[in-house]
């Protein structure tokens, strides 16, 4: 449910390895300039979407392209990577990330709401202030906020999309045991994200399923069921958007 496919250093040999496997993708663009490049990565395959984003950590950079997020959302039917982060060194840009992403939810509830890939590292308070009354589905990645946000995300009906670098961490995997199942997908945020040292693959996601069978002291067999009816949901979920 989130990687930067189009970030690979090899990035159309990574995106033909994943339609041989079969692998389902959701890729990220961090720039609505990156748009359609990243589209011809899924040519040809069922299994890669692409998703419209401005990454909050560039926000300050390429504000000046909320014009072309507008013009091309029609074509969109994700979107992502959006959102906000607080962090050291982004912070300074607050202002320009908090402009650029009420614009895009605007943007997005004009057009009858998406379904959204959401960063919200450090900010997830403020993520969730300006969720509210927006027409789509959040998917919150890789979150990171506090219990009473998690529960408070919850409540508004947020999904969440977990990896195995979030399930490699105590905190990550207290804040999937409060997550309600049928609202958790997997993801790997991949190139970035690592594992054991290594920077994952589309396709490692699944080493999250053997994550979550212990964390939810289900077989493989069960989570994979789950996982996939979540999936199933999500595009019920979409098909009803433009």
Request: net charge positive.
């Amino acid at each position: 449910m989130h990687c930067h496919l189009d970030l690979y250093p090899e990035p159309f040999k990574v995106a033909e390895e994943c339609k041989r496997r079969g692998t389902y993708v959701l890729s990220v663009t961090t720039t609505p300039k990156a748009w359609e490049g990243t589209c011809r990565l899924s040519e040809d395959s069922q299994r890669i979407r692409t998703a419209l984003g401005l990454h909050p950590q560039i926000a300050h950079q390429r504000y000046q392209e909320l014009e072309l997020f507008d013009a091309l959302l029609p074509e969109a039917k994700y979107v992502g990577e959006i959102g906000l982060d607080g962090g050291s060194g982004f912070k300074n840009h607050w202002d320009v990330q908090l402009t650029v992403f009420r614009h895009i939810l605007k943007t997005v509830n004009h057009a009858g709401g998406r379904i959204m890939s959401i960063h919200s590292r450090a900010s997830a308070a403020a993520v969730l202030d300006e969720l509210k009354g927006i027409d789509g589905t959040p998917v919150l990645h890789w979150f990171t906020g506090t219990k009473s946000q998690l529960k408070r995300a919850i409540d508004m009906g947020c999904w969440f999309s977990v990896g195995p670098a979030m399930l490699s961490t105590k905190k990550g995997v207290e804040l999937i045991s409060m997550m309600p199942k049928e609202r958790v997908l997997t993801e790997t945020d991949a190139p970035f994200a690592k594992y054991r040292g290594q920077a994952l693959m589309p396709w490692e996601s699944e080493i999250a399923q053997s994550q979550l069978s212990g964390i939810w002291k289900q077989s493989i067999s069960e989570v994979k069921q789950i996982l996939a009816n979540n999936f199933k949901m999500l595009l019920i979920l979409n098909k009803s958007k433009p």
